[in-house]
């Protein structure tokens, strides 16, 4: 029996840990490293490599992509970071999503008005 009450608690704080970890992770400033699109990685183009991201606690968050701004809000829903465009986004995109959030990488999709996937990898500004 002890054995399963040391199991049940050691479940409740990873879970309970997890669901803290992606809102922590995501709010602060990522800068891009690397883009793909059509299964390629390339190099960052001279207008994008000063491009950023940054979530705000307030579940915002702001940027700039190939030099145009973005904005838009964030959420977290299980575990999982949902984001939402912005009216005000210069930037259009069909949808917006993240793939991957850990403490020292973000990796997020989207689809350009002409239907190009394209996948941004960004580290932790400094």
Request: hydrophobic fraction near 40%; charged fraction near 20%; glycine fraction near 6%.
């Amino acid at each position: 029996m002890k054995k399963f009450t040391t199991l049940l608690f050691l479940i409740v704080i990873t879970v309970y840990s997890f669901g803290q970890t992606a809102s922590e992770n995501i709010t602060k400033k990522w800068s891009l490293s690397e883009l793909e699109e059509f299964g390629e990685k390339f190099a960052l183009a001279e207008e994008q490599k000063n491009d950023w991201i940054t979530f705000t606690a307030d579940n915002k968050y702001s940027g700039t992509l190939s030099s145009e701004a973005i904005e838009g809000t964030w959420s977290e829903k299980g575990g999982k970071i949902y984001l939402s465009k912005g009216a005000a986004s210069v930037f259009n995109v069909n949808w917006i999503k993240v793939i991957t959030l850990e403490a020292n990488s973000l990796v997020i999709t989207y689809q350009s008005e002409d239907l190009i996937k394209t996948t941004l990898y960004y580290i932790p500004a400094e």
